[in-house]
T-cell receptor
Framework: DAKTTQPTSMDCAEGRAANLPCNHSTISGNEYVYWYRQIHSQGPQYIIHGLKNNETNEMASLIITEDRKSSTLILPHATLRDTAVYYCIVRVKNAGNMLTFGGGTRLMVKP | GAVVSQHPSWVICKSGTSVKIECRSLDFQATTMFWYRQFPKQSLMLMATSNEGSKATYEQGVEKDKFLINHASLTLSTLTVTSAHPEDSSFYIC??????????????FGPGTRLTVL
């Protein structure tokens, strides 16, 4: 699986959009971009995934650049409960494939 | 849907004892389960992958005789930490995925089990 690079930490004001970047310049054509988050002392929570088109669900939006070498996760209106470590992972979409977690971005949402 | 539970949520044990952690998929059949370990301020590290009815595949550096994994049914996997020592103290997290191409073929994570070995 391709490696990803994320900033170590970010701050965001409550109610504003949080934009979390991820670089995955060595991504292969069949690899998807996944985002998970982990709130302190809990298991990771799936947020969203995509291949090349932008995706949106009730939690977030995922913007993938045309060359697929980077992506941005957008939380449109961050709340204090969105404070967590956000992991960007690229992998082939297959039930048997493990997830390789990097360091992630520690997002702190401040009042 | 796609809920994964773990039991216990936390456990404290004496050095040298064995501890069993259960991971259950509550509303789907998990053909594959994964066990991760997370030390404080670090990321999740995969320990092993198990498919129902077959032996687990362990990651390099993980002792299979110390971390016994059983995936006897499509809804239950267990991790037994044998002869636990203080360095085994960690946050253990399982995840499960279902049939490929189905609604549960992504990984769904349990809430984690915090093990403290005294």
């Amino acid at each position: 699986d391709a490696k990803t690079t994320q900033p170590t930490s970010m701050d965001c004001a409550e109610g504003r959009a949080a934009n979390l970047p991820c670089n995955h310049s060595t991504i292969s054509g069949n690899e998807y971009v996944y985002w998970y988050r982990q709130i302190h002392s809990q298991g990771p929570q799936y947020i969203i995934h995509g291949l090349k088109n932008n995706e949106t669900n009730e939690m977030a939006s995922l913007i993938i650049t045309e060359d697929r070498k980077s992506s941005t996760l957008i939380l449109p209106h961050a709340t204090l409960r969105d404070t967590a470590v956000y992991y960007c992972i690229v992998r082939v979409k297959n039930a048997g494939n493990m997830l390789t977690f990097g360091g992630g971005t520690r997002l702190m949402v401040k009042p | 849907g796609a809920v994964v539970s773990q039991h216990p949520s936390w456990v404290i044990c004496k050095s040298g004892t064995s501890v069993k952690i259960e991971c259950r998929s509550l509303d789907f059949q998990a053909t594959t389960m994964f066990w991760y370990r997370q030390f404080p301020k670090q990321s999740l590290m995969l320990m092993a992958t198990s498919n129902e009815g077959s032996k687990a595949t362990y990651e390099q550096g993980v002792e299979k005789d110390k971390f016994l994994i059983n995936h006897a049914s499509l809804t239950l996997s267990t991790l037994t930490v044998t002869s636990a020592h203080p360095e085994d103290s960690s946050f253990y997290i399982c995840s499960a995925s279902g049939l490929a191409g189905g609604p549960t073929d992504e990984q769904f994570f349990g809430p984690g089990t915090r093990l403290t070995v005294l």
